[in-house]
Nanobody
Framework: VDLVESGGGLVHPGGSLRLSCAASGSIAGITAMGWYRQAPGKQHQLVAGVSSSGSTNYAASVKGRFTIYRDNAKNTVALQMDSLKPEDTAVYYC?????????WGQGTQVTVSS
């Protein structure tokens, strides 16, 4: 299974970015998908997740600013990030998982700076 992210970059505070992740390969075992991030010197943090039924959960720090979308037909998951803050700066990783399955993308850098 390959998870390929796109959409990272540099944005000013208050700006928006949309990250996309496309899954390919034997993905039948993937039930949940989501986005994690890792800032320098910090641990991986769940940003947002979505189940196969569409249930979502968000980190408290991004709730109301970020929205996760999943398209099961296209095997994609996206993260719309609005009102970005400097503390959102991190490498963002796409993850797909299920019982006995755990796949990660290679990550895409998001930098929020003036």
């Amino acid at each position: 299974v390959d998870l390929v992210e796109s959409g990272g970059g540099l944005v000013h505070p208050g700006g928006s970015l949309r990250l996309s992740c496309a899954a390919s390969g034997s993905i039948a075992g993937i039930t949940a998908m989501g986005w994690y991030r890792q800032a320098p010197g910090k641990q991986h943090q769940l940003v947002a997740g979505v189940s196969s039924s569409g249930s979502t959960n968000y980190a408290a720090s991004v709730k109301g600013r970020f929205t996760i979308y999943r398209d099961n037909a296209k095997n994609t998951v996206a993260l719309q990030m609005d009102s970005l803050k400097p503390e959102d700066t991190a490498v963002y990783y796409c993850r797909g998982w299920g019982t006995g399955y755990d796949y990660w993308g290679q990550g895409t850098q998001v930098t929020v700076s003036s």
